[in-house]
């Protein structure tokens, strides 16, 4: 091998070691040590069990829990591996057969709610994944979590407003509500 090819081989392999893994094995332990429930995927336990990500939306069919925005990730609810957004149009008609259904399931949980759904609550995430509502969604829900838990809708309504999150930094987003903490919230409030 001439100079100029053992020149070449020797920069990529050091640039290999250096960028592939020197500095990813670098930024993950510097994670780990600045925030470490962030760097291992903001895991919920519930005791010693993991039983989800604060990240990544799961999904709720039971009245008692507050239910999160529908998965574009159908039939397999909520799989990370089958992250996309629906692709659906506003003027396809898949998208209002599909906002129909879920409204229809809504309405028939709770069929003497006559508020308007929200949209969150009816259409699907951009990455099918969302963990969060909107606080008009999880509000649209307390009736239906109040009698299916035995509790008062004043009490329900008081914890959802513990759980709502404001703008990031103040200024970025939307405020906005974790399902699977708030539902964990309920759990131990009115098991």
């Not at 209002?96 to 879920?102: F, K, N, P, W």
Request: net charge positive.
């Amino acid at each position: 091998m001439n100079r100029n090819g053992l020149s070449a081989v020797l920069t990529v392999g050091v640039l290999t070691l250096l960028t592939g893994v020197a500095y990813p094995l670098a930024v993950t332990g510097l994670a780990a040590l600045m925030c470490p429930r962030k760097a291992s995927g903001s895991l919920v336990f519930r005791g010693d069990r993991a039983i989800g990500s604060a990240l990544l939306g799961q999904r709720f069919s039971n009245p008692a829990y507050f239910w999160g925005r529908d998965s574009a990730t159908l039939p397999y609810p909520c799989n990370p591996s089958l992250s996309a957004g629906s692709n659906v149009g506003p003027a396809n008609p898949a998208l209002l057969e599909a906002v129909a259904r879920r409204l229809g399931a809504l309405r028939s949980t709770d069929p003497e709610n006559a508020s308007p759904v929200p949209v969150d609550l009816v259409t699907a995430s951009a990455s099918g994944l969302d963990p969060h509502i909107s606080p008009d969604a999880a509000y649209y829900q307390v009736r239906r979590v109040s009698m299916a838990r035995g509790a008062s809708e004043e009490a329900v309504r008081a914890l959802v407003e513990t759980r709502v999150e404001g703008r990031t930094w103040g200024v970025l987003g939307e405020p906005r509500v974790n399902v699977l903490e708030l539902n964990l919230a309920l759990d131990e409030r009115y098991p």
